[in-house]
Every structure is written in C-alpha cells, then in structure tokens.
T-cell receptor, first 114, second 114 residues
Framework: DTAVSQTPKYLVTQMGNDKSIKCEQN?????MYWYKQDSKKFLKIMFS???????INETVPNRFSPKSPDKAHLNLHINSLELGDSAVYFC?????????????FGSGTQLSVL | AQTVTQSQPEMSVQEAETVTLSCTYD???????LFWYKQPPSRQMILVIR??????QNATENRFSVNFQKAAKSFSLKISDSQLGDAAMYFC???????????FGSGTKLNVKP
C-alpha cells in the first residue's frame, strides 16, 4: 500500500484555469505538507497542517489554497494558474510537527501550465 | 536566515567505489536536525540518514555515513561500495529543532558507472 499518495501524477493545463491536487496518507500521521520543486530542483515548503490546522503558510500567492478535510487528507487548489506555477508539487506527511520527525513524501505531481 | 548549500550539482562514481557529497548550511541556532534525502528517477523522496546536531557521533546507516562538523556547519554524505541503485538526486536538508520547517539544498545528481 502506498503510504502517501497524490493524484494526479501529471497535470497539463492552460493559463487561467483552476486545478486541484489531492493527497492522502494512510500512516496515521498528524502532520501533512505541500512542497514545491521548481525546474532547478529547489524544494521549498508551501504549507503545513497539523491535525487539520494550518501551522505554516509560506509566502505563497493566495491563488493557492490548501484544504484539509481530515487528518489523512491535504488537498491543494490553485486558482487562475500562471506559467510560473509549472513545477512538481510534493505532498508529505510526518508523525508530528517537529523537525525530528521523518518526512514521508508522495511521488509528486508534475504541473505544466501552457 | 537558514540556508542549505550543495556546491556539487553533479557527481559520478564507479560502482563499488566511495563517493562523498558536500553540504553546508547557515544557521545561528544550536539545536537542529540535518538530513539527506534521495530522489531517484521515480521522483519519490526517501530519507537516507538523519543527524541530530546535539550528537557528536556521526550517524551511519549501512553503506551511508555522514561527516558532521558543527563548527564548520558542514554535513557531508559518504556512500561506500556504491551501487547502481544509488544513482539519484541527493538533497541535504536542515530542520530547526521543534520548528515545523525544513530547508532543502538544491541537490546533487549522483551518477553511478558500471
């Protein structure tokens, strides 16, 4: 069973569209994250939720809105997509919100905005 | 600000040989964690090894070991007896103790030659 699964794996869309990426973890973890990996492979945190509560919100355009319906799910909705949003988006989870906890990553969603 | 620098964008090693990947970080904190993550072509990020800054002993995990130099803010990864399956991007990461945020370097692509 996949521990952290995100869908879709690939997403190709036009500028201005709205799209969502879904993430689910079956590890019983309390904390979930969204990371963005740009074309230069830089991996940067976007959001972190602990028990459905937002605890980290980096400097991300408000076109990006995470939603955590329950502890096992953290979805990412993006409005009015722009070319610069093209990247690989990783969902991750950890047992707790402290940095001594190992991160478990999904396999990424490659978003291409045309 | 916390930053993580990996100065080697790409490295190559012969199968069965040893290779060392470099990582330096910048922080004014004394309690933190350091990690090496591996990202194979499948894109899934996998934890390789973790080091607590308060521990002087270098972490080891089978063929993987680190050389942690706290004063120099250096955290290199040594891979012994390199295998073809070690070919991947390797990311160094820093996490401030009890603070739910990880900072990643830009990665080093490791090629393993048969």
């Amino acid at each position: 069973d996949t521990a952290v699964s995100q869908t879709p794996k690939y997403l190709v869309t036009q500028m201005g569209n709205d799209k969502s990426i879904k993430c689910e973890q079956n590890l019983g973890h309390d904390t979930m994250y969204w990371y963005k990996q740009d074309s230069k492979k830089f991996l940067k945190i976007m959001f972190s939720y602990n028990n459905k509560e937002l605890i980290i919100n980096e400097t991300v355009p408000n076109r990006f809105s995470p939603k955590s319906p329950d502890k096992a799910h953290l979805n990412l909705h993006i409005n009015s997509l722009e070319l610069g949003d093209s990247a690989v988006y990783f969902c991750a989870s950890s047992r707790g919100p402290t940095t001594n906890e190992k991160l478990f990553f999904g396999s990424g969603t490659q978003l291409s905005v045309l | 600000a916390q930053t993580v620098t990996q100065s080697q964008p790409e490295m190559s090693v012969q199968e069965a040989e040893t290779v060392t990947l470099s990582c330096t970080y910048d922080t004014s904190e004394s309690d933190y964690y350091l990690f090496w993550y591996k990202q194979p072509p499948s894109r899934q990020m996998i934890l390789v090894i973790r080091q607590e800054a308060y521990k002087q002993q270098n972490a080891t995990e089978n063929r993987f070991s680190v050389n942690f130099q706290k004063a120099a803010k250096s955290f290199s990864l040594k891979i012994s007896d390199s295998q073809l399956g070690d070919a991947a991007m390797y990311f160094c990461a820093y996490g401030l103790y009890n603070f739910n945020k990880f900072y990643f370097g830009s990665g080093t692509k490791l090629n393993v030659k048969p």
